[in-house]
T-cell receptor, first 113, second 113 residues
Framework: QQQVKQSPQSLIVQKGGISIINCAYE??????FPWYQQFPGKGPALLIA?????SEKKEGRFTISFNKSAKQFSLHIMDSQPGDSATYFC????????????FGPGTRLSVLP | KAGVTQTPRYLIKTRGQQVTLSCSPI?????VSWYQQTPGQGLQFLFE???????NKGNFPGRFSGRQFSNSRSEMNVSTLELGDSALYLC????????????FGPGTRLTVL
């Protein structure tokens, strides 16, 4: 019940295209859903996050769509760029008691020039 | 503002030895979390400390332990190392109750031979 599932495992997109990564969770107590971006040799960095009281959040080229009833959320990267090539992790947490994130397995995104 | 720093960055140990990893959080951040990252298991939560107290603990054996000092710096210790402990160990710090402020360090790459 603590698992967060993520797909696809890897994704190849042409420059300018849309990248879509999907995640699903089981535990309805989760109330914070971030996406992290990780480059080789670096720690993950927070990209964008959403709480279940909204269905969509947009920051620049990055958008989270959240479906509470389906217990699913997704990351959309518009106008994908080669610099977006990285591994993306979705995560979930119950923020009422400290920082304890459950991460998805990750998606390796490659954006071709 | 300096980010999260972790020392050492790389470490090679042999089975049966013990190891201590160090994490210095961002100034003002009192919550420190530790994660293990491996290709097979992904990012897994180890434990979280706040005000020198362990507040959350993941599903790891007792060989994994940690502590936090009064200046919020944290250490984690792994005793009786096993080959499977080879991983990237990531430390993250954040402000209390504010997951949007969670920043990861670059990690310590531990190799157990």
């Amino acid at each position: 019940q603590q698992q967060v599932k993520q797909s696809p495992q890897s994704l190849i997109v042409q420059k300018g295209g849309i990248s879509i990564i999907n995640c699903a969770y089981e535990n309805t107590a989760f109330d914070y859903f971030p996406w992290y971006q990780q480059f080789p040799g670096k720690g993950p960095a927070l990209l964008i996050a959403i709480r279940p009281d909204v269905s969509e959040k947009k920051e620049g080229r990055f958008t989270i769509s959240f479906n509470k009833s389906a217990k699913q959320f997704s990351l959309h990267i518009m106008d994908s760029q080669p610099g977006d090539s990285a591994t993306y992790f979705c995560a979930a947490s119950m923020n009422n008691y400290g920082q304890n994130f459950v991460f998805g397995p990750g998606t390796r995104l490659s954006v071709l020039p | 503002k300096a980010g999260v720093t972790q020392t050492p960055r790389y470490l090679i140990k042999t089975r049966g030895q013990q190891v201590t990893l160090s994490c210095s959080p961002i100034s003002g951040h009192r919550s420190v979390s530790w994660y293990q990252q491996t290709p097979g298991q992904g990012l897994q939560f180890l434990f979280e400390y706040f005000s020198e107290t362990q507040r959350n603990k993941g599903n790891f054996p007792g060989r994994f332990s940690g502590r936090q000092f009064s200046n919020s710096r944290s250490e984690m210790n792994v005793s009786t190392l096993e080959l499977g402990d080879s991983a990237l160990y990531l430390c993250a710090s954040s402000l209390e109750g504010s997951p949007d402020t969670q920043y990861f360090g670059p990690g310590t790459r531990l190799t157990v031979l």
